[in-house]
């Protein structure tokens, strides 16, 4: 009980914040659409076929262990599209507590909080929470490839690298998107090498590839009726539909659909604050660019997809396709937090520590802003949801049923609202004050 109490007491925050992304999402009302449709029928063959079948009796053209996870679930606890929403649901509370996690690694444990308040209400992560589709899988396995990976390499731990090798293979054995993790750890590998004592040599690169390569043997060259490299050659690209003059500014206009304004402002001033105090705040650049290039990347294949192949499918469901830059885009939002705590500390003339206090509050006012549009953006789109760039090229959410009377779910949004602001801030409130008494009776 003693034990209890002291781990209450010492992660209240973040318990809070978890508390309050599980309230947001329970009741939450439910999604459908086509893929959501076709990955249940999927999962659901499995409980009767084996194999995710589909309506075409073909196996579904994507890695299988997603849908044989949903169907131990659905095994369980009964099968229903309402019960795999559940599912889903579970792994995003998930990728919240382990980008929590993630955010201290890579910035500390302030900004960490920050992340967590800001990924668990930002409508993109949320939706996709309350739809039954395989990302969420995928995002959590890819987040906790991420966090043994840095751990590998901080503490240069061959057992780490083979943990990390693991759950990447399992990520990816549930969707080829979570090579998108890769990018993440090879630039964190890249900066950090002449900080740490890890080298990436190939004794460790087999030990970390191996896994994958046995899990894509033992299915496709054992149980599934395709040849080895069958999923990589996706429909999506094998017969695809093209789009003849696609709107330039597509990603922007997705991105601000489907997350809102002010936590991609909260990003670039974070970025923007780390450049001009660069020599102040050198420990943050790092980090930075790690998350910068893993969204560079992402977001230039997509646009290399669209704007040079002309391809359909990456413009109409940018949504899904850049689903996994969002916690990166949350990093640097949240990274403000400890950087404006180091560089007001940093910082001895008066003069420049009210200028640095002035870009903190602003940075913060970013915050908490993206909070509230995230909260409104919530309460204030019902039925169908778009999220594409008009009327007529969208990637869609059809409302399957709603949980509860509007009132009460704003009334309970707003309250998470107050939860999660309060959960970011007592701590910076709490250390401050401890610091005050301190020197009042030092003084004394």
């Avoid at 739809?131 to 240069?156: E, K, T």
């Avoid at 429909?235 to 789009?243: H, K, L, S």
């Amino acid at each position: 009980m003693v034990k209890l109490r002291a781990a209450l007491v010492t992660h209240y925050p973040i318990i809070g914040i978890l508390l309050g992304s599980l309230l947001i999402t329970a009741y939450m009302a439910t999604y459908t659409n086509w893929d959501a449709q076709i990955e249940y029928e999927a999962a659901s063959s499995i409980l009767t076929h084996g194999f995710p079948y589909i309506s075409t009796d073909h196996m579904i053209n994507q890695p299988p262990l997603g849908f044989y996870t949903s169907a131990l679930f659905f095994g369980v606890v009964g099968l229903s599209y309402l019960n795999g929403v559940w599912l889903a649901t579970a792994f995003g509370l998930g990728s919240v507590f382990l980008i929590y996690v993630l955010g201290n690694l890579m910035y500390g444990r302030k900004s960490g909080l920050a992340t967590a308040a800001l990924f668990g209400m930002v409508p993109w992560h949320t939706y996709m929470s309350r739809i039954f589709l395989i990302d969420n899988q995928y995002l959590f396995l890819g987040l906790l490839f991420l966090i043994l990976g840095i751990l590998a390499v901080r503490r240069n731990s061959q057992k780490l690298v083979v943990g990390a090798g693991v759950v990447f293979a399992v990520a990816l054995l549930t969707k080829l998107y979570a090579v998108f993790m890769l990018i993440p750890m090879l630039l964190i590998i890249y900066l950090h090498r002449k900080e740490t004592c890890f080298k990436l040599d190939f004794k460790k690169v087999m030990l970390f590839v191996l896994p994958s390569l046995i899990l894509h043997a033992v299915w496709f060259g054992g149980f599934a009726n395709q040849h080895f490299a069958g999923v990589y050659f996706n429909t999506d690209f094998t017969y695809p539909e093209w789009v003849t003059d696609p709107v330039l500014a597509f990603l922007p206009i997705i991105f601000v659909n489907s997350a809102g304004w002010f936590v991609f402002l909260g990003g670039f001033f974070a970025v923007a604050l780390g450049v001009i105090y660069r020599k102040k705040l050198r420990a943050f650049l790092q980090m930075d660019m790690v998350c910068l290039g893993t969204i560079g990347v992402i977001v230039g294949l997509n646009l290399f997809l669209v704007l040079g192949l002309h391809l359909k499918v990456p413009y109409v469901s940018a949504f899904k396709y850049n689903y996994s830059v969002v916690p990166f885009f949350c990093l640097l939002a949240a990274s403000i937090v400890d950087k404006s705590g180091v560089l007001i500390e940093s910082i001895c003339q008066r003069k420049d520590r009210l200028i640095a206090l002035g870009l903190g509050a602003v940075g913060l006012g970013l915050l908490f802003a993206s909070l509230i549009e995230s909260t409104l953006f919530l309460n204030y789109r019902w039925g169908f949801v778009p999220f594409g760039v008009d009327s007529v090229t969208y990637y869609g959410l059809y409302l399957f049923s709603e949980a509860m009377d509007r009132n009460l779910l704003e009334m309970l949004h707003f309250g998470v609202l107050v939860l999660m602001a309060l959960c970011m801030v007592l701590p910076s409130l709490i250390t401050v004050l401890k610091r005050l008494l301190y020197i009042k009776s030092w003084s004394n």
